[in-house]
């Protein structure tokens, strides 16, 4: 089985709370169509904090003292929800697939499941600006006609599919445990999924998938604050985040 995983946690801003609406219910809408197609796949929604927003979601009560996105996600990787699961898609809470993307997903899938567990998928991202997100949402959900005239004007994101275990991927849930998991040294925002993705292709072939991916919904950029967010690589990023400098 494959179980696609969306991670959401309250920032305190309506428009990540809105994609995560929008992302979840698209993501279902996709699964429920891929497992009519004969595809052994799910979907869940792991939600963190005090504070809860969905009904449906597998909650995990934690204080948000820092970003700690590694943290979260080994939480997701080892749940029991994941016990008879085989593969895993991690995929950030403002993405989405349309229709049209779903025999991709669909033979993605199938490659793994064929792969006797010898690879991970890496994606691109599909970026929508802030205007063109205001332009394709109606009532927390996407205009399909609009989203599709407005396409030839969206931008490729290329940094997830070149190198990094973040964005969206899909990855053998064995793997991703022996190795470890994510580096809870990592407390504020970014280079978690860099570490990530070095130390899972020690157990298994990357292939990244370029041109290929999720729609990405613009959200505000994450503000400076030494719990959530500091340049990365920085003296004060090092001091926080329990890590060795790269050499």
């Not at 205007?131 to 030839?152: G, M």
Request: glycine share 6%; aromatic share 14%.
């Amino acid at each position: 089985m494959t179980n696609i995983i969306i991670l959401y946690w309250d920032t305190g801003c309506p428009i990540r709370n809105e994609n995560t609406k929008i992302s979840w219910k698209l993501t279902k809408r996709m699964v429920e169509s891929l497992k009519e197609r004969g595809l052994n796949i799910t979907c869940s929604l792991f939600e963190f904090g005090q504070k809860f927003y969905f009904d449906d979601s597998v909650k995990i009560e934690m204080t948000l003292d820092y970003y700690e996105r590694s943290k979260k996600i080994n939480i997701a990787l080892n749940h029991e929800i994941n016990k008879e699961v085989r593969f895993v898609g991690i995929m950030d809470s403002d993405l989405f697939f349309i229709e049209e993307q779903y025999d991709e997903v669909f033979n993605d899938v199938r490659e793994l499941e064929n792969s006797s567990d010898t690879m991970f998928f890496t994606y691109n991202l599909l970026d929508l600006n802030e205007e063109q997100r205001r332009e394709v949402i109606v009532n927390e959900d996407i205009d399909l006609e609009k989203l599709k005239d407005l396409k030839s004007k969206f931008e490729w994101r290329h940094s997830w599919g070149s190198g990094t275990l973040g964005g969206y991927f899909l990855a053998p849930l064995q793997h991703l445990k022996t190795m470890g998991g994510y580096d809870e040294k990592y407390l504020t925002w970014g280079a978690e999924d860099d570490d990530a993705i070095t130390r899972l292709k020690n157990y298994c072939g990357w292939n990244p998938k370029m041109w290929k991916g999720p729609y990405h919904l613009f959200h505000p950029r994450n503000t400076k604050d030494e719990k959530y967010y500091i340049q990365v690589y920085t003296d004060e990023y090092f001091k926080i985040n329990k890590i060795e400098r790269p050499r």
